[in-house]
C-alpha cells in the first residue's frame, strides 16, 4: 500500500506535463490546420521544363 505513496505523486506529475504540453500545442496553432500538410507532398512536384522532355 506504500507504494500508493509514491507512485501516485509521479503519475500526477507526468499527467501535468502531458496536459501542460496539449495546451502549448493548441495556444500555438499546431492543430489548426489539419488537411493541408497531408495534401502539401502531392504539390511539391516542379513543373518539367519543355526542353527536359525532349531529353527523355
Given at each position: 500500500?506504500?507504494?500508493?505513496?509514491?507512485?501516485?505523486?509521479?503519475?500526477?506529475?507526468?499527467?501535468?506535463?502531458?496536459?501542460a504540453a496539449?495546451?502549448?500545442?493548441?495556444?500555438?496553432?499546431?492543430?489548426?490546420?489539419?488537411?493541408?500538410?497531408?495534401?502539401?507532398?502531392?504539390?511539391?512536384?516542379?513543373?518539367?521544363?519543355?526542353?527536359?522532355?525532349?531529353?527523355?
Amino acid at each position: 500500500m506504500n507504494i500508493v505513496f509514491i507512485v501516485l505523486p509521479f503519475a500526477l506529475l507526468i499527467a501535468g506535463g502531458v496536459l501542460a504540453a496539449f495546451l502549448w500545442a493548441a495556444r500555438s496553432g499546431q492543430f489548426d490546420d489539419m488537411e493541408t500538410p497531408g495534401r502539401r507532398m502531392l504539390l511539391d512536384d516542379v513543373p518539367i521544363k519543355k526542353e527536359d522532355k525532349e531529353l527523355e
